[in-house]
């Protein structure tokens, strides 16, 4: 099956700086791809869609200038954390869409801000 | 908003008994899909189902797709520890186009006692 990556798997930063996370589909390539945050024992939660090319939809309530999306090439797309505080600390999850429109995910990112 | 509820929230049982998971929307979705997801990891997917009353089964596992596709089950036979996780279900919204969203599930987890 199609497999995605993501990078780092774990960080640990400090309280104001910025923090980016990397996806990238391996074996395919995705015009779209997804990023979603999940709280411990909770279900994912979609923050923006990622299309390539073009800029990112993202859902209501999540602020697009503290989480900024690249998705400069059909294999990659990036999150960016700015100014991270402890409460972004998060499990970040991204998915690549494939042509059959299904969503193959990645491994997940776990983010800590001191 | 939630649009999809997972009932129950935790599960903890012996080895060797049965359960069911629902999953429930007052939303219509064009497929839906089950995952599994272990601590630390990405979501697995475990099944989709796209056809209104459709059952499909794999191994010691049942999904039914309710007729209406609004609601969708899952059901374990003889459940065993490696069943444990979180189960998450996940409804397809078509925008049009090649874009499609994910929406999760609140989900379920399980714990299965040895």
């Known amino acids: 099956g199609a497999v995605v990556s993501q990078h780092p798997s774990r960080v640990i930063c400090k309280s104001g700086t910025s923090v980016k996370i990397e996806c990238r589909s391996l074996?395919?390539?995705?015009?779209?791809m997804f990023w979603y945050r999940q709280f411990p024992k909770q279900s994912l939660m979609l923050m923006a869609t990622?299309?390539?090319?073009?800029?990112?939809?993202?859902e209501q309530g999540v602020e697009k200038d503290k989480f900024l999306i690249n998705h400069a090439s059909l294999t990659l797309s990036t999150l960016t954390v700015t100014s991270a505080h402890p409460e972004d600390s998060s499990f970040y999850i991204c998915?690549?869409?494939?042509?059959?429109?299904?969503?193959?995910f990645g491994p997940g990112t776990r983010l800590t801000v001191l | 908003t939630q649009l999809l509820e997972q009932s129950p929230q935790f599960l903890s049982i012996q080895e060797g008994e049965n359960l069911t998971v629902y999953c429930n929307s007052s939303s219509v979705f064009s497929s839906l899909q089950w995952y599994r997801q272990e601590p630390g990891e990405g979501p697995v997917l475990l099944v989709t189902v796209v056809t209104g009353g459709e059952v499909k089964k794999l191994k010691r596992l049942t999904f039914q797709f309710g007729d209406a596709r609004k609601d969708s089950s899952l059901h374990i036979t003889a459940a065993q520890p490696g069943d444990t996780g979180l189960y998450l279900c996940?409804?397809?919204?078509?925008?049009?186009?090649?874009?499609?969203?994910?929406?999760f599930g609140t989900g379920t987890l399980l714990a299965v006692q040895p």
């Open positions: 990622s299309n390539e090319g073009s800029k990112a939809t993202y």
């Open positions: 996940a409804g397809r919204l078509n925008y049009g186009g090649a874009t499609n969203k994910l929406i």
């Open positions: 998915s690549a869409l494939g042509t059959s429109h299904e969503q193959f």
């Open positions: 074996d395919f390539q995705a015009t779209t």
